[in-house]
């Protein structure tokens, strides 16, 4: 079982950044890929970054390219989510996921944290 909790969501005006972080607790499976989805009201989940614990190797949705990076301390068993140059589109729910691998699509997770809400205005 691996447990996820993630932190800073918040509000912020549109051009700011905000930054989030996921700390997973494993006991005897950690998973390879670790990722960041986002679901506004009414839409689908969508997979926004991922990260693969062993390369480091990451990828990126188009909608936050060159805008949002993911990065890991793996000493740490965190997975960040920087988001600068905020957009009022970026607002959603953003959820840490964790699988063994290709976790950019929501079929491929095994687990999800709670969530932490980003809102970005106008």
């Known amino acids: 079982q691996v447990h996820l909790v993630e932190s800073g969501g918040g509000s912020v005006q549109a051009g700011g950044s905000l930054s989030l972080s996921c700390a997973a607790s494993a006991y005897s499976y950690r998973p390879n890929c670790m990722a960041w989805f986002r679901q506004a009201p009414g839409k689908e989940r969508e997979g926004v970054a991922r990260?693969?614990?062993?390369?480091?190797?990451?990828n990126y949705a188009d909608s936050v390219k060159g805008r949002f990076t993911i990065s890991q301390d793996n000493a740490k068993n965190t997975v960040y989510l920087q988001m600068n140059g905020l957009k009022p589109e970026d607002t959603a729910m953003y959820y840490c996921a964790a699988g063994p691998s290709g976790c950019l699509s929501a079929g491929y997770i095994d687990f999800w944290g709670q969530g932490t809400q980003v809102t970005v205005s106008s």
């Open positions: 990260i693969y614990r062993d390369t480091g190797s990451t």
